[in-house]
């Protein structure tokens, strides 16, 4: 088992910047996968971003170049800086984790992105 506990989400501008952050009840060593989906209202659920225990991340299209993924293996925790936000980005952000071949989430956290 895997407890998942987000943070970070909330109302922002435009063009700024969120920090979310993700902690996981296992270290980071022993997790194959971490990352975020983010799921917009009448929308399907997307992948924005993920790390592997090697460090390899991958990016939606859309957030390359806003938004970078990084871990904290001695926190256990990963974090998803966006900037240059825009209302599109707008979505309930959900972090996963793999682990030993089930996969555990969190309870979400609201990104919106609005003047």
């Known amino acids: 088992q895997v407890q998942v506990v987000e943070s970070g989400g909330g109302l922002v501008q435009p063009g700024g910047s969120l920090r979310l952050s993700c902690a996981a009840s296992?270290?980071?060593?022993?997790?194959?996968?971490m990352g975020w989906y983010r799921q917009a209202p009448g929308k399907e659920r997307e992948l924005v971003a993920g790390?592997?225990?090697?460090?390899?991340?991958n990016y939606k299209d859309s957030v390359k170049g806003r938004f970078t993924i990084s871990r904290d293996k001695a926190q256990n925790t990963v974090y998803l800086q966006m900037n240059s936000l825009k209302p599109e980005d707008t979505a309930v952000y959900s972090c996963?984790?793999?682990?030993?071949?089930?996969?555990?989430w969190g309870q979400g956290t609201q990104v919106t992105v609005s003047s």
């Open positions: 996963y984790v793999v682990f030993r071949g089930s996969t555990y």
């Open positions: 296992r270290t980071i060593f022993s997790i194959n996968t």
């Open positions: 790390i592997t225990t090697g460090g390899s991340t």
